[in-house]
Nanobody, 116 residues
Framework: QVQVAESGGGLVQAGGSLRLSCAAS????????MGWYRQAPGKQRELVAG???????NYADSVKGRFTISRANAKNTVSLQMNSLKPEDTAVYYC??????????WGQGTQVTVSS
């Protein structure tokens, strides 16, 4: 059984910062990538940022220059530093883990609300 737990969401004013963290544990094979997705009300879930075990990163255009993803491979953890937050960043943020065996595991999500 695999557990993926996110933390760090909350309410912040526009222009503020938040840091999200995610930890994967349990019977998990080697991870190849971890990432953050978000889903706003009435919208599809979208990729925010991803990082491979080798350290390669990719970001949604809407967050480039504001968000930074990082990971600690040995601990199967990933963080998302979010700066200069905007009201349109409001969403439930989910962590996803991709393993070498081709499995994907999702966390329960954490709410991020940015007030104007």
């Amino acid at each position: 059984q695999v557990q993926v737990a996110e933390s760090g969401g909350g309410l912040v004013q526009a222009g503020g910062s938040l840091r999200l963290s995610c930890a994967a544990s349990g019977s998990i094979s080697a991870t190849v990538a971890m990432g953050w997705y978000r889903q706003a009300p009435g919208k599809q879930r979208e990729l925010v940022a991803g990082i491979t075990v080798g350290g390669s990163t990719n970001y949604a255009d809407s967050v480039k220059g504001r968000f930074t993803i990082s990971r600690a491979n040995a601990k199967n953890t990933v963080s998302l530093q979010m700066n200069s937050l905007k009201p349109e960043d409001t969403a439930v943020y989910y962590c996803r883990v991709a393993t070498l065996t081709g499995n994907f595991y999702w966390g329960q999500g954490t709410q991020v609300t940015v007030s104007s």
